[in-house]
């Protein structure tokens, strides 16, 4: 009797634990003077950081992994308005009373109670500093002089958590704005065709601005074996994640 209640304990246990492990994505730490930086690769243009109990939230989209075990947020950023980085309906999801949201001014446009950056502009959450800087296209173009992401719509940002930088690019090609940051602990750097880039052009931009971790996110099919034989010989760790 006694071995036919354990089971019965057992098995209901396993029934109403949920499956955290299956949805969960992978993630990294970052050690920072303010704590920990817990980086959740969620996929594709989809990242959340976690500081202590502080969550944010950078280009949420359902599409690209699941949200079901993971917490609201206390900022989201949006760096663009495309539908692969700006789902309205999850960011609604996400958010509670005191969440703040900052974006490029075409993705206020669809949520009206978001802050509007553009690049130079800095903005503080909490401790967080976040500066938006540019986030464009000069080679990759719809059609002769229609660059996939013009200069001056989108943002990438930089976040300085405690005495660390934080570089999300958003999508982008190596622009001389990117090459010439300066400071960049960790830098997040989209690479796939024909949107944003080669990983011959990360590995230039990455050259530049040398950031000690690089992790190439928004890949895709790409070969990122590329990028890490691009980059041996450099100060730069290159961390591949679930990213595509």
């Known amino acids: 009797m006694k071995v036919i209640r354990l089971l019965t304990t057992i098995i209901f246990a396993a029934m109403t634990v949920p499956n955290f492990s ?3 994505p992978e993630t ?3 050690s920072t003077s303010a704590g920990d930086v817990e980086i959740f ?6 990242l959340m950081f976690k500081i202590v109990d502080y969550v944010i939230h950078i280009d949420p989209v359902r599409s690209f992994g699941s949200y079901e075990n993971l917490p609201k947020a206390d900022l989201i950023l949006i760096t663009h308005e495309h539908n692969d980085h700006l789902d309205t309906t999850l960011i609604e999801r996400l958010k509670k009373p005191s969440t703040q949201m900052f974006s490029n001014g075409a993705s206020a446009a669809f949520v009206p109670w978001a802050q509007v950056m553009k690049p130079g502009d800095v903005k503080s959450a909490g401790t ?6 540019y986030a464009y296209n000069i080679v990759h173009e719809r ?3 229609n660059p996939f992401h013009p200069r001056g719509v989108g943002n990438g940002y930089i976040l300085t958590i405690g005495d660390k930088r934080f570089y999300v690019a958003g999508d982008t090609e ?3 704005e990117m090459k010439a940051l300066k400071g960049i602990d960790v830098a997040f750097l989209p690479m796939n065709l024909p949107y944003t880039m080669t990983p011959e052009m990360v590995a230039d931009a990455a050259r530049a601005f040398n950031p000690a971790i690089l992790y190439p996110y928004h890949f895709g099919d790409t ?3 590329k990028l890490v034989d691009l980059m041996k010989g450099t100060n730069t760790e290159v961390r591949i994640r679930d990213m595509k």
């Open 174 to 176: 190596n622009t001389p």
């Open 143 to 145: 059609s002769k002089g």
């Open 128 to 133: 967080i500093m976040i500066e938006a800087v």
């Open 28 to 30: 990294d730490r970052i």
């Open 22 to 24: 299956q949805n969960q």
């Open 223 to 225: 070969d990122t074996q």
């Open 41 to 46: 690769f969620i996929g594709h243009g989809s």
